[in-house]
Every structure is written in structure tokens, then in C-alpha cells.
């Protein structure tokens, strides 16, 4: 029998305008594939965010809400609070959730909101021109860290350990997508994300360690072996908090 | 003194700097990013302080407290980040604390666009944040205008202990242009801050507030910020009047009054004297300058990049003695000319075919 | 049925499913695709259809049809 590895049915026809080689394109793809295989093409509802991935409203082949900057996570409280039987799922950058947009992602896990959060952590701000980002690494160069991050602007955030204290959380994982397997790993943790979820066993998140060619100034294939050499030894991939006995 | 080609954006940061910020705050948003990350460049190299605030909401907080340290301060934003400031402003208004707003618009409402827009006039000189106060509202139309006006914005902010905000669009905060670097010389002799929180050493303690539980205490309050209003609308008005004998007047500030001035050029060919109004001062507005045109003038015919908000403020000054027209576009799209002066004849011939 | 559908006007040329084949059986050539991004060329014999070129690519632009899995 064959199988078609194709576009998912969660994806529209709308191309993607993201960066060459920019990770975004496969962390909307595995996010489709996750919905279209559980089965929850017609009862999710996503919330996109403000960042590169502005634009999530186009891609995604289901019903969409935009929210507004960090805003995310509040905004998919109010639909599952309205909507309790609906998957509802965030899908992020490093500044919405992790700058502007902390006090809500604390929040939405710290009450157990039974909501997939997808944070795409590339540690710089793409859509406004590569200013620093809460993720930012040590001595990484951006347009407000012109000679490289130093103590001033404070040390990066480690969001899935962070949230990970919280009892509220559930699924807390960090994957990154630098090679083939990463890739597959990620997928699976996405799944499981969304199962917690459909489980109704609280608050899921899934941080992804991503790349933005443009703004570090790497070719794409550059780009992902940073991702892997450099990325990973500050943000470790591992699954963080993890209930018993999902998958 | 030196001439450069500099872009809007970057030339008010420069004019903040010679002007002695200190500290600035604030967070990414198009169309004016250029501001920050040129302080980030450069304001340290001048003894100041950058930082990047977690967001709209942290910075315009970070500045209330750096203005009640006694310490110029500044922040920059575009609409949607205006908005989620307007609590702080509030606040600074009420505790009378001296900052400088950068607002460079862009078209709304919501997330919107990020091309330019003038869509934010209401937000800045009608309120905005809750409660009784008024922003000294500066619009310049040329990168030279935000140069110099951002350094008269630092002093206006001082002498009245009032905040200030340079109301500009993505078109002048992008464009480059030629500028001449004026050194900067205040407008006003500057005072000690002895207000400010900066220890008590020697005195009393000072307290930066904005609370009030005692109802007389804080009517007198209101009374005395608006006593301030009232001397700061008789000293600080600002206008610029092309062609003061014309038969037709526009009303535009920023980028829209720049496109009036070249309908005027093609209105001149065609034998009909037309004039602007260019408020420089958005808050405190020429009433009283436009009152004295509507003896003279056939009507006056408001531009904006908006769906009509100084118009109301025309208007209030015309008092229906002549006809006020609006022309205006949204969404980030900038106005042609060509379609303002077709729009201009079709009203003032249509008007000599029925006379 | 052909392993792989090729859409060379989604592909930007990013280079990712190029690095990580594990036959090496996609090159770029000299052509251009509408946008101007170099467009891909892919050896049907040599290929697997193992599926590691859709999943890294970023922008759909590959289909891969695999056969008696």
C-alpha cells in the first residue's frame, strides 16, 4: 500500500512567505500533521500570534483567532472557557511569550488552562528587523545589542523550566528541529502536547528551538547546525514535566 | 554646523540625545525601530542608559519612574503600543512628571497596518488614558521638525512638568532627508529638579503620586493641572500660515500638510489662491488662528490620514460660518495630490456654476 | 508514480532537504524559478522515497510517494 507524505489537510494552498529555510514552515507542517492524524481538524481552533508567524490565520486550514501582541494564551482562555469540548492551541514567538506576553503564559499555565501552547523560541525578535529577545543568548549580537548581550540587558529566559515549577502545568518539553530525527522527535512531542489536551489533562506546552537565517546573518543549513552546537547547550531538549502514562 | 542625509526615525534620536536623555525605554514596534536601536547605539557612547523593555506596558512605567528620579527620559512607540501605555501616561500627567512620547503612527484601528497613518490625533490630544490632563501635542512635517521639536519636546516637558508627545507618521520617521545638526540650546533657563526622588538628603521626603482619596484635594488637583493647561494654551501655541491673504484655506498637519502645499502649487496655476493652516501645536490648537481666516476665506478643506478627527477640532473653530470639507485616506495609503486638487476644484467651481 | 512531485514555485532554495538526503540524490542547477530562487533537481533511480526531503522541507514543496510502506 502506498503512502503519500503530502500537505496536510490542516495547511492551506496559501505558500508561506517565511524566510528561506526559516523553521517556521516545518513547525506549522508537524502541527497540521498532529491535528489531521488525531483526527481534531474540525474541532480546533488556533490563535495566532504577533511575530513572523503574524500571518497563521492564512495557513492554517481551521478556524483562527489573531491576538493581539503576548495576548495569546488569554485570548485561547477565553475560547476554551467558552468552548470546553474544542481543541484550542497558540502558536507563538519568543517576544509575544516571553517578553511582552509573560504575565499571561504563567497565568494560563499556572490555572491549568487546558490549552497546547506552541512557542517558537529562535532567541531574537524576526518580524521587527532582529532586535534582542528575552531569549537572546550571552554575547549574541541584535540591533539593540550591538556589541553583543551583556549583563545590562539581563540573562535569557529558560521558559519550559520556568513553567515546568508551576503545579498548574502538565506537558512542558523543549525540541528543537536541527536534523531529520530532531524533526521526528519534535513531531512527537507535539502529539503528545495535543493528546494532554484532547485528554483533558491540563496545560500543554511545547517549546521549539528554532532558526531565523535572515536576522543571524547564517545560511539556512548554518543556521540549524547553531541550533544544535550552540542553542542546545543553554536551552537543553528533554521533556520537562510529563504526566504519567499519556502515550 | 554640520548637514547630513538622515533618516526621520534616527535624526530624533540624535536630537534626544543632544538634548541630554538620559534613559530611554521601549520595545520594538514598525514603523519606528530605527529610534531604538540608534540609542542602543549611541546613548551609551554618550553616558546614557538603553534598555529594552518587556513591553509598552513595563517601559511607560520604567520612564515614570526615571522622570520622578528627576532624570530626562523618553519612550517611543507607534498606535498599538500607545494604547497599552495610556494607563502610565495617565499617571504621569496626574503625578506631573516631565517625559517625552514618541507616537510615529500607523494605520489602525488594532493591529492595522504599518504603513504611515494620522489616525492617532484623538488618542493624542483628547485623552487617550483616563481622567482630566492634556499632552503638549508637537507635529513636525520634515525630519528637520522632528530634530528640533524633539529637543523643544525635553524642555516643554521640564518647564511645565508635563508630558510630551512628538506626534509623527512612518513616512517622516523613514524618509531621509537633509539636516542641519543644530546644537541644542534650551528654551527655557533649566531648574533643579527638587521635586524629584533621588534620596532625602537634607529635606523632606519627596512623594511622585497620583492619589487623591480626599475628593477637595483632588478637584484642586484637577484645578491646578488645568490653571497649567490654560498658561501653557496662551505661552506655547505653535502654527505655521502659507499665503495668510488666501480665498480657500487647508488644515493639515505632518505629511498631509506637506501634500496640501503642493495642491496649492497646482491650485495657483489654475488662477485660485489657496493657503494652509499647518498646526504645529496639535494640543494647543489654533482655534482662534483659523477663526480669523473664515471672514476671508470661501471654506477650508481639512486633510488628514484619517477618517476625519482634527476635522472636529476645525470645525469647533469655524463655528458653521463657512463650509468645512474633509479629505482623507486610512489604512496606511498616503493621499495624491492630483485626487486633493480635483476634489478642491470640483467644490470651489461647482460653487462659481451655482453662484 | 514518480517517488517525488516537485513544485519548483514554492521551493526557495533553502538547501535544507539537499544537505540532509542521505543518497544525495537532490542537486541544485542553474535554473531559475519564477521568484528567482534556484531550482532543484531530484534522481528518481537513486532516490528511496524515505521522506527526509518533506519533512525538511520548510515550504511543502515536495510530495513523496512511497511505495508498498
Request: glycine share 10%; charged share 20%; proline share 6%.
Amino acid at each position: 500500500m502506498a503512502e503519500i507524505l503530502t500537505r496536510p489537510e490542516s495547511l492551506t494552498q496559501i505558500p508561506f512567505h517565511y524566510c528561506p529555510g526559516c523553521t517556521h514552515g516545518i513547525a506549522h507542517r508537524l502541527v497540521a500533521e498532529v491535528i489531521d492524524e488525531l483526527g481534531m481538524v474540525e474541532k480546533t481552533i488556533g490563535v495566532a500570534s504577533v511575530g513572523c508567524s503574524v500571518l497563521a490565520y492564512d495557513y492554517f486550514n481551521l478556524d483562527m483567532q489573531q491576538a493581539a501582541h503576548g495576548r495569546a494564551p488569554a485570548v485561547a482562555t477565553g475560547i476554551k472557557r467558552a468552548l470546553p469540548d474544542k481543541i484550542v492551541f497558540t502558536y507563538q514567538g519568543d517576544g509575544d511569550l516571553a517578553s511582552i506576553g509573560m504575565g499571561e503564559i504563567v497565568h494560563a499555565a499556572g490555572r491549568g488552562e487546558n490549552i497546547t501552547v506552541i512557542f517558537i523560541n529562535n532567541s531574537i525578535y524576526g518580524m521587527t528587523g532582529g532586535q534582542m529577545a528575552p531569549t537572546t543568548l550571552m554575547g549574541q549580537k541584535t540591533t539593540t545589542t550591538p556589541e553583543g548581550r551583556s549583563p545590562q540587558n539581563g540573562l535569557p529566559l529558560k521558559v519550559s523550566e520556568m513553567l515546568a515549577t508551576l503545579d498548574g502545568a502538565t506537558y512542558i518539553a523543549r525540541v528543537a528541529l536541527f536534523d531529520p530525527g530532531q524533526v521526528t522527535k519534535a513531531k512527537k512531542a507535539i502529539k503528545t502536547a495535543f493528546i494532554v489536551q484532547e485528554k483533558g489533562l491540563g496545560f500543554s506546552l511545547v517549546e521549539i528551538l528554532s532558526t531565523c537565517p535572515t536576522n543571524w546573518g547564517l545560511s539556512p543549513v548554518k543556521a540549524l547546525k547553531y541550533v544544535k552546537e550552540t542553542m542546545t547547550q543553554y536551552y537543553p531538549l528533554g521533556e520537562f514535566k510529563k504526566p504519567e502514562g499519556v502515550l | 554646523m554640520e548637514t547630513v542625509l538622515m533618516k526621520g526615525n534616527e535624526a530624533l534620536a540624535e536630537a534626544a540625545i543632544r538634548a541630554g536623555l538620559k534613559v530611554y525605554f521601549g520595545y520594538p514596534i514598525t514603523p519606528q525601530n530605527e529610534v531604538g536601536e540608534y540609542l542602543a547605539k549611541n546613548l551609551p557612547k554618550a553616558g546614557g542608559t538603553f534598555l529594552q523593555a518587556e513591553s509598552e506596558v513595563a517601559a511607560i512605567n520604567m520612564v515614570y519612574g526615571a522622570a520622578g528620579a528627576g532624570v530626562r527620559t523618553m519612550t517611543s512607540s507607534s498606535g498599538p503600543g500607545i494604547s497599552l501605555m495610556q494607563e502610565g501616561i495617565s499617571y504621569i500627567a496626574g503625578a506631573e512628571l516631565p517625559v517625552v512620547l514618541v507616537n510615529m503612527m500607523r494605520g489602525g484601528p488594532g493591529l492595522g497596518g504599518i504603513q504611515p497613518s494620522q489616525s492617532d490625533y484623538f488618542q493624542a490630544t483628547k485623552g487617550g488614558g483616563h481622567g482630566d490632563y492634556r499632552l503638549i501635542v508637537l507635529a513636525p512635517s520634515s525630519v528637520q521638525e522632528l530634530y528640533d521639536y524633539t529637543m523643544l519636546a525635553f524642555d516643554l516637558a521640564d518647564h511645565y512638568r508635563n508630558p510630551v508627545m512628538v506626534l509623527g507618521d512612518g513616512l517622516l520617521g523613514q524618509m531621509m532627508e537633509s539636516l542641519t545638526l543644530k546644537p541644542y540650546t534650551p528654551a527655557f533657563p533649566l531648574e533643579e529638579k527638587t521635586w524629584a526622588t533621588r534620596g532625602r538628603k537634607n529635606r523632606s521626603p519627596n512623594i511622585i503620586n497620583s492619589l487623591y482619596l480626599d475628593p477637595e484635594k483632588l478637584f484642586s488637583h484637577n484645578t491646578k493641572l488645568f490653571k497649567k493647561y490654560q498658561e501653557i494654551a496662551e505661552k506655547e501655541l505653535r502654527v505655521e500660515v502659507i499665503n495668510e491673504k488666501a480665498e480657500f484655506f487647508f488644515v493639515a498637519y505632518g505629511s498631509s500638510a506637506r501634500i496640501s502645499l503642493k495642491v496649492i502649487e497646482l491650485l495657483k496655476e489654475k488662477g485660485i489662491k489657496a493657503g494652509l493652516i499647518r498646526p504645529i501645536t496639535l494640543w494647543p490648537f489654533p482655534y482662534t488662528v483659523i477663526a480669523e481666516k473664515v471672514n476671508q476665506s470661501k471654506g477650508f478643506m481639512v486633510v488628514e490620514m484619517s477618517m476625519g478627527q482634527m476635522v472636529e477640532d476645525v470645525e469647533r473653530a469655524v463655528k458653521s460660518q463657512k463650509p468645512v470639507y474633509f479629505y482623507g485616506t486610512a489604512g496606511g495609503i498616503v493621499p495624491s495630490p492630483q485626487k486633493i486638487y480635483e476634489r478642491t476644484l470640483e467644490i470651489l467651481e461647482g460653487g462659481r456654476n451655482n453662484g | 508514480m514518480p517517488k517525488i512531485i516537485y513544485d519548483q514555485n514554492l521551493c526557495k532554495a533553502c538547501g535544507l532537504c539537499v544537505e540532509f538526503c542521505p543518497v544525495k540524490a537532490i542537486v541544485f542547477t542553474d535554473n531559475l524559478n519564477e521568484k528567482g530562487y534556484r531550482v532543484l533537481s531530484f534522481n528518481q533511480e537513486v532516490c528511496t522515497a524515505c521522506g527526509t526531503c518533506y519533512r525538511m522541507c520548510p515550504d511543502l514543496a515536495i510530495t513523496v510517494h512511497r511505495e508498498g510502506r
